[in-house]
């Protein structure tokens, strides 16, 4: 079975720990927990020799650097009979970047990483970050304005306001990718925000009253003027870069003709099975690359590609 990135089997998110105040107590005096930071978005990682490590902490590591109770903690589940609790170590008296350069430490984006991590630590450290995103966008009650506060071990937001109350829950933002075919070639794109030379499989949001198989039709040809046929589910993975679930496709195309939308995308080309194991295109100057390992898009292609 090929490894979805971000989202291990392994894990038990223990929905049921949730509400229980005492479960929670004991899981965080538990000498044996495992505690992950998030500082700013980002999460922490341990330089040890060249490699680098998340940055996962336990209960007496905590206790240095927040000798005090620290501010709205997140359960985040169990794994190998250990839990994970998130934290924003924003919110404490400790001076980030001394700590960090004392104890060889850096602040990242975890895709820089994450292909490097074991599935539990990378899943864990998506979680968090992910988590972490909502609590920070999700301050205020969307129906009253008052301050929400949380509750439910961190997965639940409620509003402060007596006469409103409205309970607030994370949210995912659904978006499609979908590998589009012509026989022995496919379409591959490229966003200005990708690397430099990287091409991809194209994407985009989930509108609302809209199924999966709309938006992928209205993607493809909003992006480069295509129509499609045979849609067929792949997989998902969760890209909580912020808040993202990509849902995979394939497609087939009912013609070749593209008409770019270079406010959509920057350039696209199709890509026969040879330019894709070469990297080279002759209408790509200096090669180019495929998608990032730790993605879906890079599942699509590579499944694509052993048909061949």
Known sequence: MVQTFYASPKINRHGDYRSDPQI????MADENTSFIPVYKGKNLFKQIHNNFEALILNNKDLKKILPNDMINPIFLGVANNIS???FNI??????IDLWCEENSIIIDDLRKFGPTLNEID???LALTSGMFFWHNTHKFCGSCGYSNFPTEGGFVRVCSNTSCGKSHFPRTDPAIITLISSGDRILLGRSPRFPEGMYSTLAGFVEPGESLEQALEREVFEEVGIKVKNIKYFDSQPWPFPASLMLGFFAEAKHEDMKIDYDEIEDAHWFSIEELKSLQHPSIKGGFKLPRVDSI???LVNTWMTKF
């Open 90 to 95: 924003g919110e404490s008296d400790l001076d």
């Open 122 to 124: 990378a899943s864990f």
């Open 24 to 27: 929670l107590n004991k899981i």
């Open 84 to 86: 994970y609790v998130g």
């Open 297 to 299: 898009a890079r599942r």
